[in-house]
Structures are given as structure tokens and as C-alpha cells.
């Protein structure tokens, strides 16, 4: 299906519309950050999409960080029926490539979610252009573009008048037939606007990665691999205090624990909720054993896991370079940094 556009009025109207049988969650601001939060009958149109990323990863919506998965007896167990549908308006790429990963991890041919399966069925992504770049982003670094090219399943762009409107799954061009009367072609003058508006961005995006003086992508994995005995692990771990921020916020961070409860009535109930492999607790196994007892190894792991397990078996780094891990840091480590002192060395 070819781009289309959509005014500024229409989209307004058609969120309004959707919200009627859907959640319809936007990008909102407050302060110095964008939140997700749902669509009210007073947002305006310029507050819609978010100029960048939010603060909260889109994993939260697919993989909450508590989860009943179980109770017992199994006569009482919940079932997903009468879960509405959502609309997520405004995703962005850092947290676009985050899905890529997480689908290949719950949703793969050996395992399937049936939780995190749901809930991707019942939204409906509508990734947007950032446009804007937080001191702390660097997804370009890592080959990603700051516009939708993946994992959504419409994409959406501001241009002036409206926005530009393409999908990318069976789900979105659905969506655009039921909606096509609302819909006009995009012409080659709307399209060469997008991309000007893109490269402008860009643009002003590679000089704040020159200056920051980051190291190629095509070496953060060798980097690690060859620092394994490092002490740059012992010194950041002088730093760190195991608060697992940096898990928690991370988009493709995904490892959990199960946690069992009793409920009134002699029911049992099996909770998931997040895990970190900053917690000295992580990797520890029945009758008290613990493989990354020091928190350099824990350290050393999460990086491990990012630039070299993931490249090496998925193809991809399991980083986004959305920055979250940086802001939320109470010890202040900031990512960048520490690939920089790997490249060093």
C-alpha cells in the first residue's frame, strides 16, 4: 500500500474515534520527558506523537514488571478474555528495535509467550519520526535510524498541514482499508518533505555522535570480548550500587523471576516479575551457589549480554541506544563512557 496523508484535523478526529472501543495511549510531556499516557479529549494535536523516545520502554506494555502467570487451582485461573485493545501513537525506533528482540525471545519457535502474545495482538503500533534528540540518545551509532523501519504497524510523520501515513504489518494496512475514506495519496512533493525533514535531523544527530566520539559499531563486540579480564569491571563496579535501575529501564532488558504466593480461600498464585543481573541475587541457584558472586562479573555480564551474546546469536546488539540506563543511574555510569574506555584499551 502507498504512503498517505492524513491532515492535521483527521488524526485528532480518529483518535478520538478509536478511543471509543480502544486505549489510546500518546506521548505526553511533562517536564523535560515524554510519558505514555492515555488520550484525553483536550490534547492537542502538537502533543500527540512526542518529539523523542519516552521515558518508560515500550517493553512495559508487553512484559509488565509484575504479572500473575498462574493460580491454582487451574479452575481459577485467569483467562485473557474482555482485555480491550490499545493504540500506542508515537513509538519510536530506539524502542522499535527493542520489539524486534523481545518478540525473538518470547514469541520463538520453541517458546511462545502466551501472556506477552496477547497483549502484541491486541495493539496496534503506530510508530512516529523522532524529531528531536536527547543529549544522552546514540541510536544512529548503532545503525539505527531515528524513524520508524521496523516492528511497527503503521508509521506516521509530520509534514506540514498533517502527516504522512505508511504501514508495516498485515495489522496496519488492515487498518488503513477500514479507515481509507479519511485518507488521501501522499504526493512525490509530501514525500521529498519527509525525507528533507529526516536528513535535517540526521544531520544535526552524526555531528553530536562525531562529538561525542564513539567508537564504530563494528567494534563494541571485539571490544568486549577482548576486555573479558578487564579491570575496567572492577572499577565500574567501585561505582555501581546494585540498584538495577539501569535493567529496569533498558528497552530490551528482559529476564524475570517467578515468585509464588498464597491468596485467600487456599488459592496459590505464580507472579513473573523483572529481574536484574546487577542483583547479587541473579544468578543464584539451588542451595545457595552463586556463579557472579562479585559485582564486577555482573557488571561485565550485562555488557556481555548486549555486545556479544546477542550480535553473536541474533545478529543485533541488545542496545538501542535510547540512553535510559545513563539517566536513571544514581552512580551516574553512563554507557557511552564505559564502550569508549573499552575501545581504549
Not at 33 to 58: M, V
Not at 303 to 324: I, L, N, Q, S, V
Amino acid at each position: 500500500m502507498d504512503t498517505l496523508f492524513l491532515g492535521f484535523a483527521e488524526l485528532e478526529d480518529l483518535v478520538r474515534n478509536l478511543g471509543q472501543a480502544s486505549n489510546v495511549l500518546i506521548a505526553k510531556k511533562f517536564g523535560d520527558n515524554f510519558f505514555w499516557r492515555k488520550h484525553l479529549p483536550d490534547d492537542s494535536n502538537s502533543n500527540l506523537l512526542g518529539a523523542y523516545r519516552t521515558a518508560e520502554p515500550l517493553k512495559s506494555f508487553f512484559f509488565p514488571s509484575r504479572e500473575t502467570v498462574a493460580v491454582y487451582p487451574e479452575s481459577n485461573t485467569a483467562t485473557f478474555e474482555g482485555r480491550r485493545s490499545t493504540v500506542l501513537l508515537g513509538a519510536k525506533a530506539c524502542d522499535l528495535r527493542s520489539l524486534s528482540l523481545l518478540d525473538r525471545v518470547f514469541l520463538s519457535d520453541d517458546f511462545r509467550d502466551p501472556f506477552y502474545a496477547d497483549r502484541r495482538e491486541k495493539t496496534l503500533i503506530v510508530g512516529s519520526d523522532c524529531t528531536e534528540y536527547r543529549d544522552c540518545c546514540f541510536c544512529i551509532a548503532l545503525g539505527i535510524n531515528p524513524w520508524p523501519e521496523e516492528s511497527f504497524d503503521l508509521s506516521i510523520s509530520e509534514i506540514a498541514g498533517g502527516y504522512l501515513v505508511a504501514q508495516g504489518s498485515p495489522k496496519g494496512e488492515s487498518f488503513l482499508k477500514a479507515h481509507e475514506n479519511r485518507f488521501q495519496p501522499a504526493t512525490p512533493m509530501q514525500l521529498d518533505e519527509r525525507q528533507q525533514r529526516r536528513n535535517q535531523l540526521l544531520t544535526s544527530y552524526r555531528n553530536k555522535i562525531a562529538a561525542d566520539r564513539l567508537p564504530a559499531q563494528d567494534t563494541l563486540q571485539d571490544n568486549v570480548r577482548r576486555n573479558y579480564q578487564s579491570p575496567i569491571w572492577e572499577n565500574r563496579a567501585a561505582e555501581c550500587v546494585e540498584c538495577g535501575a539501569c535493567n529496569l529501564v533498558c528497552p530490551t532488558c528482559h529476564c524475570f523471576l517467578l515468585e509464588d504466593s498464597t491468596r485467600a480461600r487456599g488459592e496459590f498464585a505464580r507472579a513473573r516479575l523483572w529481574d536484574s543481573c546487577q542483583y547479587k541475587s541473579f544468578a543464584r541457584v539451588a542451595g545457595g551457589t552463586n556463579p557472579r558472586k562479585r559485582l564486577a562479573e555482573r557488571v561485565r555480564n550485562r555488557f556481555a549480554k548486549k555486545f556479544d551474546f546477542f550480535p553473536e546469536t541474533a545478529g543485533f546488539y541488545a542496545c538501542t541506544g535510547c540512553g535510559r540506563c545513563s539517566e536513571a543511574c544514581i552512580a551516574k555510569i553512563d554507557i557511552r563512557e564505559v564502550l569508549k574506555e573499552l575501545a581504549s584499551v
